[in-house]
């Protein structure tokens, strides 16, 4: 049967079922049954069946034993401070007040990326009315700030480039310890977006990181493409899918 990116993302509800078994080492295939029947109570057990072995090919289930499964072994991905999101978020916090923002480094993805001539970029989103604000007060007290990403990031600078942009509506964005964070697949899309500033000095190609992380990690697709829509890149994000999922095949 060929494959279609409504297949994996609508018919196989990946997104629900990793959600219905996350909390569960190990489940039965009568557990997917019912996953699938209270979805559509006529669905017929043959549909079931290639379900289950798409999920399987897809490595978004493993066996685990004669009828049992667990979710597939990848990972979910955790934003974490590092010393400069650590020490911008103070300055923000103790000088401009009510500011929504969200914080995250190229650093967390570092193994994924092709080397940034050794650079860690701290990307700091700021609601469009505050970022002059909060790019002034960062100016003031870190050095290598600049206000929107300029055409092509400076190799000079080490490892502490900080850039201060505009923060896309809608954005998907998780809090941990008072500090906001992108969720993954925001990250990717804007990765996508900046792809030719951040590596202006050589070409590697955005699908190779692209397929490094959706081997690793769990990606939401819905959210990845909803995002992807707001920034007008829905169909490029349709494109590589589906060439994953051909591979995959």
């Known amino acids: 049967m060929p494959y279609s ?9 990946i997104n629900d079922l990793k959600d219905n078994f996350s909390n569960r080492d190990e489940f039965r295939l009568d557990d997917i049954i019912l996953f699938y029947t ?19 090919k897809l490595g978004i289930i493993q066996r685990t034993g004669r009828g049992k499964y667990a979710l597939g072994n990848l990972q979910k991905f955790t934003p974490y401070p590092t010393p400069n999101i650590k020490k911008a978020h103070q300055i923000i916090m103790e000088r401009c007040f009510n500011v929504k923002y969200c ?3 190229t650093q967390w993805l570092e193994s994924f990326l092709p080397d940034i001539a050794s650079q860690y970029i701290t990307f700091i989103e700021v609601e469009n009315s505050n970022s002059a604000l909060v790019f002034f007060e960062l100016w003031k007290n870190v050095e290598n700030v ?8 400076p190799k000079q600078f ?13 954005s998907p964005l998780v809090e941990s310890n008072e500090i906001v964070y992108p969720h993954l697949e925001k990250m990717i899309v804007d990765l996508y977006c900046d792809w030719t500033k951040i590596y202006p000095y050589k070409n ?4 190779k990181f692209f397929k490094k992380i959706y081997s690793n990690f769990s990606i939401n697709e819905s959210k990845l493409l909803r995002y992807a829509d707001r920034r007008k890149k829905k169909m490029v994000f349709v494109k590589h899918l589906q060439r994953l999922k051909h591979i995959n095949s």
């Open 5 to 13: 990116l409504n297949d994996t993302i609508n018919n196989l509800c």
């Open 158 to 170: 080490g490892k502490n480039v900080i850039i201060i942009k505009k923060l896309i509506s809608g």
């Open 38 to 56: 209270l979805k559509d109570s006529e669905i017929k057990k043959s549909t079931i069946q290639w379900r289950v072995s798409r999920l399987l």
């Open 146 to 153: 600049f206000y929107k990403i300029p055409s092509k990031i």
């Open 204 to 207: 590697p190609t955005f699908y």
């Open 103 to 105: 914080i995250w480094s």
